[in-house]
């Protein structure tokens, strides 16, 4: 993930480094598959891809959730549209421990359309893979790090308290909660001698620099 220099507030989370860390690398297609995914949309090809997961795993699956990425709150620098395929009745896809993903992801323009080949990945317990956390959390620690302060400034319960609610998973936007900690609405400002945005928190005795964070990949 980066941090926009000129918007603070626009952080944003690499899809296709989201993609490989928490789903892996794509898995060899066969040529009649590789070829339609190519150029059509992977749900023209459900019948076939569920034929061919069965071959691979000896046991019959089913769609469980689709979704294009544009739907949600999302930092991506590119959406993308997912279909997770587990097997036939499964209690909970989330933690299944052998399912199948299949991505699109868009190349540009109107996100209706103009989206590119389909890569088809399988993975063991998604929940856990980190691939459904699709914002950038946010850190705040002390500006130097030479300073006599800085690790009792580093257990200041205010700044522990705000990286709590500044995490992924505390809400669903974490820079809106950066947003409504930030010390009378004084924006963040980058600092180059940093590489990082500065800020003043309400609660926080100091400033702080404020970075980026993405997803724990499993």
Not at 65 to 92: A, K, L, M, W
Not at 113 to 134: C, E, K
Request: proline share 7%; hydrophobic share 35%.
């Amino acid at each position: 993930m980066a941090a926009d220099p000129r918007y603070w507030d626009c952080p944003s989370l690499n899809t296709a480094e989201h993609i490989a860390n928490s789903l892996g690398k794509p898995i060899a297609l066969p040529p009649h598959l590789a070829d339609a995914l190519t150029t059509d949309w992977a749900t023209e090809h459900e019948p076939a891809l569920l034929r061919w997961f069965a071959r691979l795993s000896h046991q019959e699956y089913e769609q469980v959730h689709r979704d294009n990425t544009y739907n949600q709150e999302n930092d991506f620098s590119e959406n993308f549209v997912f279909s997770i395929f587990s097997p036939v009745g499964c209690s909970d896809w989330c933690w299944s421990d052998d399912v199948f993903v299949v991505v699109e992801t868009h190349l540009g323009g109107d996100v209706r359309g103009n989206y590119g080949p389909a890569g088809v990945y399988r993975i063991d317990s998604i929940a856990d893979s980190g691939f459904l956390d699709w914002v950038c959390g946010w850190f705040a620690s002390p500006i130097s790090t030479d300073s006599i302060n800085y690790l009792a400034d580093s257990e200041h319960p205010e700044l522990q308290a705000a990286n709590d609610r500044l995490s992924i998973g505390y809400s669903s936007h974490p820079t809106s909660e950066l947003r409504n900690l930030l010390w009378q609405g004084c924006e963040p400002v980058w600092s180059d001698r940093l590489n990082c945005h500065v800020a003043r928190l309400a609660d926080v005795p100091f400033a702080v620099r404020v970075e980026p964070i993405g997803p724990s990949y499993g």
